[in-house]
């Protein structure tokens, strides 16, 4: 339903429902989870607009600053956006197709959005159980863990755990955008991958990086990456905000279907 109006009547009778359901005592911000909601359920989709402030504020009956404090929250989170003509509309969500093995910085430019980050923390030190069963490393190996908030535009998109063998990498201060990249430069960019989905809420680190309430929705990818001989190079877990991303498959019938 791209930059068109939902159904009006359908909008209303769900935000009725949701701030029913949520009472903070605070309305804007009740409003704001519910505009999320109705986003995530498939009741406004991308680049449908909204009614406008008035109009919305008597259909909901709550006042019309609270509208707009709620509205200017999310625009201020990327879920909205302001268009011509004061016009408020729900924000395009980003697909990450599932059959490329690509990097995070690859994917924003592919859709002409500048990548960035912002370091959490990285260190070198030795791996835990978990890393060495998934690198295949010996006890008392060593890695290299880089955790960094994913940006895109500017936007909060993600929160990024990735770990490399520290005989692959050793220095994480090498890594000043892509990982990707780094590791081509060494003759190790992953070319095959493992990766599991699964669906999450957000806590409070996680809400306050991603600019989101607690237990609004996240997609967790748990990702194995091999060299061209095979060999395990990367192990990272991504926690996608679920408001800002689609993840995208293609199927195809197996033959004598």
């Known amino acids: ?4 109006a ?6 209303i ?4 429902g949701a701030l029913g359901r949520h009472t903070s005592g605070v309305i804007y911000r009740d409003l704001a989870v519910a505009l999320r909601q109705a986003i995530t359920e498939g009741v406004l989709g991308t680049g449908d607009v909204l009614p406008g402030e008035r109009d919305f504020a008597e259909a909901i009956d709550v006042s019309r600053t609270s509208v707009r404090k709620a509205i200017e929250g999310l625009v201020g989170d990327g879920v909205l956006i302001r268009r011509h003509g004061a016009r408020t509309a729900v924000a395009e969500r980003v697909e990450k197709p599932l ?4 990097s995070f910085s690859e994917d924003m430019r592919s859709r002409g959005i500048e990548p960035g980050m912002t370091w959490i923390s990285r260190e070198v030190g030795a791996a835990s159980p978990a890393e060495i069963m998934a690198l295949h490393l010996s006890v008392g190996a060593r890695v290299c863990r880089l955790k960094r908030l994913r940006t895109g535009d500017g936007m909060p998109m993600a929160i990024e755990h ?3 063998p520290a005989d692959v990498l050793d ?11 780094v590791l081509a430069e060494r003759h190790r960019r992953p070319v095959r991958a493992l990766q599991r989905l699964r669906a999450a809420v957000a806590g409070a680190e996680d809400g306050r990086l991603l600019h989101l309430e607690i237990g609004a929705p996240l997609l967790v990818a748990e990702r194995r990456c091999f060299t061209a001989d095979g060999t395990p190079v990367e192990f990272t ?3 996608y905000c679920g408001e800002r991303y689609d993840f995208l498959v293609e199927l195809r019938a197996q033959d004598g279907a």
């Not at 009778?13 to 009725?16: G, I, K, M, N, Q």
């Not at 059959?99 to 690509?102: E, H, I, K, R």
């Open 99 to 102: 059959s490329a093995l690509t």
């Open 13 to 16: 009778v769900f935000l009725r």
């Open 6 to 11: 939902p159904s009006q009547s359908s909008l």
């Open 162 to 164: 990735a770990v490399v």
């Open 171 to 181: 220095d994480p201060e090498v890594v000043t955008g892509s990982l990707y990249d």
């Open 1 to 4: 339903m791209s930059d068109s």
């Open 237 to 239: 877990r991504t926690y």
